[in-house]
């Protein structure tokens, strides 16, 4: 019954998630219908049938069974509803339909700002909560680059100092890999090699690769240096200490811990270690653990050898985080929009849909707590307030452009060409959500 369990950890995270998404998107909107005096009818979080609810003034209050989405019911206006009652009576003036074109505007994208808003707040709560930290990469004497790895297969080479990225000097390490500097529609590294510079470009299928073998990330620099050794283990009999440094490896240099690990786990006889103790060279000869294949030794902390540091905000500074990490996660995020619709990656690769999502959420929580759960709701909201914005009638991209239409012509399209538009979208939406978790479940089924 674990799986059971975990599918319901996973449902129960997403939902907090996405309900906290949700109610933020929503309340946008009734806070700036009720601003400019638009008469508010229903206010749901989620999509019938309704499992509680209660009416407050005018109001409907309710949770609807449905968990993906909500919505706001505004007099006067054509919506998801596809209620037209009211286009038979005169405007009223606590309708939608009788406000300056301006007005509805600022309730149409209202629930968009206000999940940018969101996630600025997340990132500046995130920032005076743990802080951040900083691996400087002028610490980084270079990196293990398997030959095996699509970094190798991009350029890199074992012991290249990364720089930079498309052209920046870069002082933090994780600074390299932003999703903004990733979904570049160019994407290059300057590394030192040799005393050298040189540009490293990534190729248009960039992401894809990545994907499926991963990138570069700070495991790469780690020395091979040992940081613990367990007892009773072939190492600690052997006599090996923590501290020791190693630097062959049955007559191989070595220099860094995933080299070392890696030949560890493809060693089919006795291992010759060649190590640095202090001023003094030692020789020592081990077989592995039968059982685990290992030798019983663990790297070393990264601050041991590298220059890392815990940066804590102030209220002004992680105000600016707040607003640094929603730009770069936002550009981040129409960068890889922008490679989908050109083809340049795999669609059914990289896009996900509830399935995925749910799973993402369910990892970043296991992986860092509340830390992982607010960073990839902050993600969720910016990509949100993004497709929420597509001119595609039915979400608030679609309504946006019928009011620029009217705003131009100085006349509002007919109830019947904006119900016929809203049924397609409509029609859309529900092709695109199940295509999407189809193409979630089958990924899941394939691996």
Do not use: C
Not at 121 to 138: D, N, P, Q
Not at 156 to 172: C, Q, Y
Not at 364 to 393: D, K, R, V, Y
């Amino acid at each position: 019954m674990e799986w059971f369990t975990d599918i319901l950890i996973t449902i129960a995270v997403f939902a907090a998630a996405l309900l906290i998404l949700v109610f933020i998107h929503e309340l946008g909107h009734f806070l700036a219908a009720k601003f400019f005096n638009m008469r508010v009818d229903k206010f749901s979080i989620g999509f019938p049938p309704k499992i509680v609810g209660f009416k407050a003034g005018e109001t409907e209050y309710s949770i609807g069974a449905t968990p993906l989405g909500g919505y706001v019911k505004i007099a006067g206006m054509v919506d998801e509803s596809m209620d037209t009652e009211f286009a038979q009576n005169d405007p009223q003036p606590w309708e939608y339909r009788s406000k300056p074109v301006w007005q509805r505007m600022v309730v149409i994208t209202a629930g968009v700002v206000f999940n940018m808003i969101l996630a600025v707040l997340i990132y500046i709560g995130m920032a005076l909560s743990y802080g951040e930290t900083v691996v400087r990469t002028e610490s980084i004497s270079g990196l293990y680059i398997d030959e095996s790895s699509y970094a190798f297969e991009m350029g890199f080479r074992t012991n290249d100092r990364i720089l930079g990225v498309n052209g920046d000097r870069v002082d933090n390490f994780s600074d390299l890999f932003t999703p903004a500097a990733m979904t570049a529609s160019s994407l290059t590294y300057q590394v030192e090699r040799e005393g050298q510079v040189i540009d490293i470009v990534a190729s248009s299928d960039f992401l894809d690769r990545i994907g499926e073998q991963g990138f570069i990330d700070i495991s790469q620099a780690i020395p091979s240096w040992i940081g613990g050794v367990a007892e009773g283990t072939p190492a600690q009999i052997a006599g090996v200490q923590p501290g020791d440094i190693v630097v062959a490896m049955n007559d191989e240099p070595v220099e860094y811990w995933l080299d070392f690990s890696q030949r560890i786990r493809e060693s089919d006889g006795p291992i010759e270690l060649s190590i640095l103790r202090g001023n003094e060279s030692l020789s020592f000869t081990l077989q592995k653990n039968p059982e685990t294949g290992q030798i019983g030794v663990n790297f070393p902390a990264i601050g041991d050898f590298l220059a890392v540091e815990q940066v804590e905000f102030s209220l002004p500074g992680a105000l600016k985080q707040g607003v640094t990490g929603t730009s770069e996660t936002f550009n981040g995020i129409i960068g890889g929009l922008g490679k989908l619709f050109s083809g340049s990656i795999s669609v059914r690769e990289n896009l996900g849909g509830p399935v995925a999502i749910a799973s993402l959420t369910r990892q970043a929580t296991e992986s860092a707590g509340f830390q992982g759960f607010w960073s990839i709701t902050a993600f969720l909201s910016i990509t949100l307030a993004i497709m929420n914005m597509l001119p595609i009638p039915g979400l608030d991209g679609g309504h946006f452009v019928f009011l620029i239409y009217e705003g131009i012509t100085r006349r509002e399209p007919s109830i019947k060409t904006r119900m016929t538009l809203q049924q397609i979208g409509f029609f859309i939406l529900i092709s695109l959500f199940v295509l999407i978790t189809f193409n979630d479940i089958l990924r899941a089924i394939t691996g």
